[in-house]
């Protein structure tokens, strides 16, 4: 499964469940909240505690105010009355500890598994396939790790809670009431199929309208991200003014559906209100009645209308929680939906070891593949080589010949649709992706370099790696005289996606980062593009001796990268149109030779 705008932000079935489906919870999404509930049990079974007890304490009131009314207010009664002033002000030194405690213990619970969840559903994506990424928006999954969540915290750290608290205060108050007076318990009884209906059916209401707003709002954070992550171009290209209509639009149309969602929630609240307390004012119209024939005393219906309040109120602030408890059910589904996702690719469940020590061969025997995105078109189409250990193989062809699309392959990004891949051997789909991989390094065209200092950037080829070893990869990578010259030398925090280094100085620190990795396997995407000629020079000279030492493919757009490549495999529309050298290719007049002829002629 993968998620696709449709129209709203929200997440679209692709290729790992049926298209234009929604997987229909059976259950309220946020019961999938119990395993992280139950992780802190004592902690969660003593906000229960002390929520419970905040409750009964509530309910001991109207007793001493019965009591009193019916005792009077004489000067005979004074003593009494100053006992019973005496208990309250302890039972009301209990409730304030106890919604104390409460109030401590439940909001700290929400803030651990909301906490949780996050770093859950964070490595949950970090987990997921390529295919998966092909379609979603960046911008939703951040709105999903931050504003849903967000959402669910308010609902686990308070609005549960709250509900809890009034469910204890309802039904105690009902049993108090039938405790109190049986005859007018059943008045006051009989109405509450009338007020839970309305609730139930406007609840879904709440829910449904909530979910649209915060899918919404995702659209929205989606966009204002993809817009920000290209600042630059955007300002190049003087769109500042489409760009803010068009995100006002998005943040317009999130407003209409929060609008809506609110709407529901107040009508559901004044239903529940008007419901709940015009049962209370019948029930105290046929209380007086009581009290006047003589039935019940005076200080009872008193104590019957309290308990009535205490019940109405909590069944009445339970119709204001619900609606809280539907936006973050709606929350809920959504994050569930992404940790329900299972990648396509993964560990099987008795991987086949690589051989060790990894010599680095690379066999692609008959593969056929189209992406998820685009199932109709064959990107590799029967495509059969193998590079041999050490050996240096570079990749030449158009622009959509496939060869990035073999990089992906090799890296097990995807399956192939038939046909196998094999590293030293062992078919991909039997070995685990993380020890593949880890036996692989890769130089893109487009440099990732991190918001992160210019040693971490450098370390993200292997972890484990000492100051010394990112210096001598740095200086490998001619990367070192220029990180020398900066102010903090390779504690310089270079800005997000490497803002404050050229093109050229972001290429050769993932240069160092493919160096320090030490793997058996290069993979190098045109990996001197960005370098001017002095740097692409030296870069050059770096990475031949590197290659020498371990197995090198090289996707070449300028051929001159390629000279010195053991062989050339020329690709065209997924498959291998020509094989040689350069010298040989040049020689054959084939496609090889007229993009060469284009190129140095060009030159």
């Known amino acids: 499964m993968s998620f696709a705008s449709d129209g709203q932000g929200r997440g679209a079935a692709g290729p790992e469940t049926p298209a234009g489906t929604r997987p229909r919870l059976k259950i309220q999404p946020l019961r999938r909240l119990m395993p992280y509930l139950a992780r802190y049990r004592l902690r969660a079974a003593a906000a229960l505690v002390a929520l419970v007890v905040a409750a009964l304490t509530t309910l001991v009131v109207p007793v001493a105010v019965r009591r009193m009314i019916d005792f009077g207010f004489s000067a005979k009664a004074a003593a009494l009355i100053d006992s019973y002033f005496t208990v309250m002000i302890a039972v009301v030194a209990v409730l304030a500890i106890s919604s104390a405690m409460r109030y401590y213990l439940v909001t700290t619970l929400g803030d651990r598994i909301v ?60 049993a108090m009431m039938v405790v109190t007076s049986p005859r007018l318990s059943l008045f006051v009884l009989a109405a509450i199929p009338v007020i839970v209906l309305p609730l139930v059916g406007f609840g879904r ?27 630059r171009t955007l300002q190049a290209f003087t769109n500042e003014l489409l760009a803010t209509r068009r ?67 909590g069944l009445g602030q339970l119709s ?28 099987p469940p008795q991987p086949v070891a690589l051989p060790k020590p990894a010599r680095g061969e690379v066999a692609f025997d008959n593969v056929r593949f189209a992406y998820p995105t685009r199932p109709d078109a064959d990107v ?48 991909l789909p039997d070995a685990d992706p993380a020890d593949l991989r880890g036996q692989i390094a890769l130089v893109p065209q487009d440099a990732v370099v991190f918001a992160a200092s210019v040693a971490e950037n450098i370390r993200f080829g292997r972890l484990d790696a000492t100051d010394d070893e990112v210096k001598r990869a740095a200086k490998a990578a001619h990367a070192a005289e220029f990180i020398e010259r900066m102010a903090q030398g390779y504690e310089t925090q270079v800005g997000e996606r490497g ?32 370098l001017d000629a002095e740097s692409e020079t030296l870069v050059q000279k ?49 496609l090889y030779a007229r993009l060469a002829k284009l190129q140095f002629e060009a030159a």
């Open 115 to 174: 906490a949780d969840l996050r770093a859950d559903v964070f490595a949950h994506l970090t987990k997921l396939s390529q295919g998966f990424f092909d379609t979603a928006k960046t911008g939703e999954m951040v709105s999903r790790l931050t504003a849903d969540t967000t959402q669910i915290k308010s609902a686990v750290g308070a609005s549960v809670s709250i509900a809890l608290r009034n469910l204890v205060l309802f039904f105690g108050g009902a």
């Open 205 to 231: 209401a709440v829910r449904k309208r909530s979910r649209a707003a915060q899918d919404t709002l995702a659209d929205a954070s989606g966009y204002a991200g993809e817009l920000i992550g290209a600042i």
């Open 247 to 313: 995100f006002t639009a998005a943040v317009e149309q999130a407003y209409e559906a929060a609008r809506g969602a609110t709407w529901a929630r107040s009508i559901l609240t004044a239903i529940a209100i008007f419901l709940i307390f015009s049962s209370v004012v019948v029930v105290l119209w046929i209380g007086a009645q009581d009290v006047m024939a003589g039935t019940i005393t005076a200080g009872r219906l008193g104590q019957f209308v309290l308990y009535a309040v205490f019940a109405a109120g």
């Open 320 to 347: 204001e929680v619900w609606g809280e408890l539907a936006q973050a059910s709606g929350a809920a589904e959504r994050l569930f939906e992404i940790l329900s996702v299972e990648p396509e690719i993964k560990a």
């Open 380 to 427: 590799l189409n029967g495509l059969s080589f193998t590079v041999k250990p050490g050996e240096t193989v570079a990749l030449v062809g158009p622009s959509g010949a496939g060869k990035s699309t073999i990089f992906h392959m090799i890296l097990r990004f995807y399956d192939p649709a038939s046909g196998t891949v094999r590293f030293d051997g062992v078919r």
């Open 499 to 530: 803002v404050m280094l050229s093109g050229g100085q972001r290429q050769r620190i993932a240069i160092a980062r493919a160096i320090l990795r030490q793997a058996p396997l290069l993979l190098l995407d045109e990996a001197t593009s960005s």
């Open 542 to 590: 770096a990475l031949t001796q590197l290659m020498q030492q371990r197995t090198s493919i090289v996707i070449a757009h300028r051929l001159a990268t390629v000279l010195s490549c053991d062989r050339i495999l020329v690709i065209d529309q997924g498959r291998i149109v020509e094989e040689g050298t350069h010298a040989a290719l040049s020689a054959n007049g084939g």
